[in-house]
């Protein structure tokens, strides 16, 4: 994944280049570095730690002319000093920084190899460096090299790239996001807009196979050794708020954040009368026989809804992890719309969908919290989720955003209104349960020790359960498994051990009552067993209950539970909440 940043001109490079990896590091976080050039000579630091590790060991310093920096999700080789990025070439003539993945790594170091080039790191990084090195030793022109080099990389890039002979910053860009920032006597580029906020709001949106050169003054792209006009867009920087706001995490402040993000939800689609959609979605959604929808992790959870909203339109419709669907596609008839959902709008997997699609000619709907992101761009039709900016890795506000969206959107089909009503119970339940989610702590205080834990429920409560667990799993660490009620007793059962914590949802009549007596065969074999239910369905001894919200949407209410217990249970268990090991918020590699 990682996160790449670069500026030229007039800056305070020390502050730019670090507090803008700051704001990177929901990309990855296991290593991090910068460079920058400054009278003539450029100056490297890396640490196999985090960005605070990296501010701490870098001095102050005024001046210099250029730079670059990176905050690292480790793909090829271990998370320590060396393989941190800016890698250099072997005679340190180029310095660069790189999202991706570089697919022909292997046979190209050979190449070098035979070139007398020798290689430091773990990295498929290195290679690039050193084909620029070789390619400008031959051509002595950088965007010759670049252009060259390009030619024989497979995979993604994104990549900022100082030469030490000038004080340009240079880029290109294959299948890894990266814009650039257009600024008044310095210019900027990076992985997304967030570290650049605070100095522009002009943006270009760079594409596959482009490269180029920022001075202070000007940005010149080109493609395959032609210069193209760019295209200059504006973007709204107040919602790249970066605040916590006296909250302690972000993740707290963001599940916070859902009763309001739901509200603003409805107030962008809906004026009161009639829904606000483009109609010509309305009318290939209503003339579609199917609507399939791709999402990974949490969006394919809230998919799986968005199947569930269709189905009661009597549509035909299937949700499927966009990695397994990038391999395996079903073949779509002409009337299917595939609905792409994806908070960041640059999910690796899911781009290698939407190109398997644009390649048919198929028609797509985005669903992303982020204008502008890959996946957002290259769609035919575009909705955006307002949710505002998600810095915690969990999703939580943008996964109530998505189902929200879903069901307005398939009452638009459907030409009701009445989840418009509805929004106004769950927004109710919702502040509700921020009101008492010190029960919910309380809960997580008992489970927090546990190795593992269940979750289940039937039909949509299960949609929910599935959500819950991976939840706990990423922030608690605690291995969670969610199931149909019904489908314990084949199997997973065996697991169940005395105090195994079991948490049931309940909030369909239609199976509230299997559910209890499935919950109940588990405690008869020592689980703790606690009910999670809707206010209308609650019986003595539940350990949770929440304001009646209409049919489906109680999946909103029982993952808020979730996405709490989750919280507080890595909270007893001191561990890095807006930061799970391993993980990184935009994963855009395959
Ligand atoms: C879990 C989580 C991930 C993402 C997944 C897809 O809390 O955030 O499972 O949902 O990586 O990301 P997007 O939605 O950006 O495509």
């Given amino acids: 994944m990682c996160g790449i940043i670069g500026g030229v001109g007039k800056l305070d490079y020390r502050d730019y280049l670090l507090t803008g990896l700051k704001k990177l590091d929901y990309r990855g976080y296991d290593s991090a570095g910068l460079a920058y050039r400054k009278d003539g000579k450029v100056i490297l630091k890396k640490v196999a730690g985090r960005v605070d590790d990296l501010s701490r060991a870098v001095a102050p310093f005024s001046g210099g002319e250029v730079g670059i920096a990176h905050t690292r999700w480790a793909t090829h080789g271990v998370p320590n000093q060396a393989n941190a990025h800016p890698h250099f070439s072997m005679r340190r003539d180029f310095y660069i920084v790189h999202n991706g993945v570089i697919e022909n790594y292997r ?110 003054a000007e940005a010149k792209i080109y493609i395959a050794g032609k210069a193209i006009a760019p295209v200059v867009t504006s973007r709204d920087t107040a919602r790249y708020d970066y605040d916590l706001d006296g909250y302690p995490t972000f993740m707290l402040k963001e599940i916070e954040e859902s009763p309001d993000v739901i509200h603003c939800l409805g107030d962008n689609y809906f004026d009161g009368e009639k829904y606000l959609f483009d109609q010509k979605l309305i009318r290939a959604l209503r003339d579609a026989d199917e609507v399939v929808f791709l999402a990974c992790g949490t969006s394919y959870y809230a998919s799986l809804l968005g199947v569930e909203f269709m189905k009661r339109l009597g549509k035909r419709s299937e949700a499927y992890i966009g990695s397994e669907w990038a391999y395996y596609p079903t073949l779509p008839s002409k009337k299917t719309v595939f609905v792409l959902v994806s908070q960041s709008g640059e999910t690796a997997d899911l781009i290698l969908c939407q190109k398997f699609l644009l390649d048919k000619g198929l028609p797509t709907l985005a669903i992303t919290n982020t204008k502008g992101s890959t996946i957002e761009r290259k769609a035919t039709y575009s909705l955006l989720l307002y949710a505002g900016l998600e810095v915690a890795v969990a999703a939580t506000k943008s996964y109530m955003a998505q189902v929200v969206l879903l069901a307005l959107l398939a009452n638009a089909v459907g030409g009701r209104t009445s989840a418009v009503a509805g929004l106004d119970s769950l927004i109710r339940s919702l502040r509700d349960i921020v009101l008492r989610k010190e029960g919910i702590h309380a809960i997580a205080k008992r489970i927090f020790v546990s190795r593992d834990a269940f979750y289940v429920g039937r039909g949509h409560d299960f949609a929910a ?99 709490y217990l989750s919280y507080y249970a890595a909270l007893e268990k001191k561990l890095p909440i807006d930061k799970p090991r391993n993980l990184a918020k935009s994963v855009t590699v395959e």
């Fill in 465 to 563: 359960a599935l959500e819950c667990s991976l939840k706990l799993k990423e922030i608690s660490y605690i291995h969670a498994e969610a199931y149909p009620g019904g489908e314990l007793k084949h199997g997973p059962i065996a697991l169940i051990e005395k105090d195994t914590p079991v948490i049931g949802f309940v909030s369909d009549p239609l199976t509230a009552l299997a559910l209890r007596n499935n919950l109940t065969e588990l405690s008869s074999r020592g689980a703790t067993v606690l009910i999670v239910s809707s206010e209308a369905l609650r019986e003595e001894g539940d350990s949770f209950s929440y304001p009646d919200v209409p049919s489906l949407l109680a999946v909103l209410p029982e993952v808020m539970f979730g996405q």
């Fill in 107 to 216: 046979s190209l170091k050979n190449l070098l190899k035979d070139h007398g080039y020798i290689f430091h790191t773990d990295t498929d990084t290195e290679v690039i460096a050193d084909l620029l090195e070789d390619n400008y030793r031959q051509k002595k022109d950088v965007l010759a090299s670049i252009s060259e080099t390009m030619g024989v990389l497979r995979g993604s890039f994104a990549c900022a790239i100082i030469c030490k002979d000038d004080s340009n910053l240079y880029f290109m860009k294959k299948a890894s996001p990266l814009l650039i920032g257009l600024g008044k006597g310095a210019n900027y580029l990076a992985s997304d807009a967030l570290p650049m906020v605070d100095y522009t709001d002009k943006f270009i949106d760079l594409e596959d196979g482009e490269y180029g050169v920022l001075t202070p």
